[in-house]
Nanobody
Framework: VQLQASGGGLVQAGGSLRLSCTASRRTNSNNAMGWFRQGPGKEREFVASISWRGGTTIYADDVQGRFTISRDNAKGTVYLQMNSLKPEDTAVYYC?????????????????WGQGTQVTVSS
């Protein structure tokens, strides 16, 4: 399975971006999907996850209320709508396919990873 993430770019603080991630084949429709990020000089960290039917979402505390994760199983795509962006949101964002229908914050819960897309927020 290959994951292709897109939608990153340069945006001013307070702006918005929408990330997309599509699987190369329809193997993720029964699996949770998630977004992680790695900022400059930091460890990769959890951002958000969504269950396979989309009924359960989990967010990191510092993006709660600003970011929204969603998915379209017919397209094999997961999205991350990012609003009210802050300079500290600057990172490479990675999408991942969970090992089960519900995957949480732990990176070990995810089996496949995309190549990442850069998000840069200027102040």
């Amino acid at each position: 399975v290959q994951l292709q993430a897109s939608g990153g770019g340069l945006v001013q603080a307070g702006g918005s971006l929408r990330l997309s991630c599509t699987a190369s084949r329809r193997t993720n429709s029964n699996n949770a999907m998630g977004w992680f990020r790695q900022g400059p000089g930091k460890e990769r960290e959890f951002v958000a996850s969504i269950s396979w039917r989309g009924g359960t979402t989990i967010y990191a505390d510092d993006v709660q209320g600003r970011f929204t994760i969603s998915r379209d199983n017919a397209k094999g795509t997961v999205y991350l709508q990012m609003n009210s962006l802050k300079p500290e949101d600057t990172a490479v964002y990675y999408c991942a396919v969970g090992r089960s229908s519900y995957s949480g914050r732990e990176q070990a819960s995810y089996a496949y990873w995309g190549q990442g897309t850069q998000v840069t927020v200027s102040s």
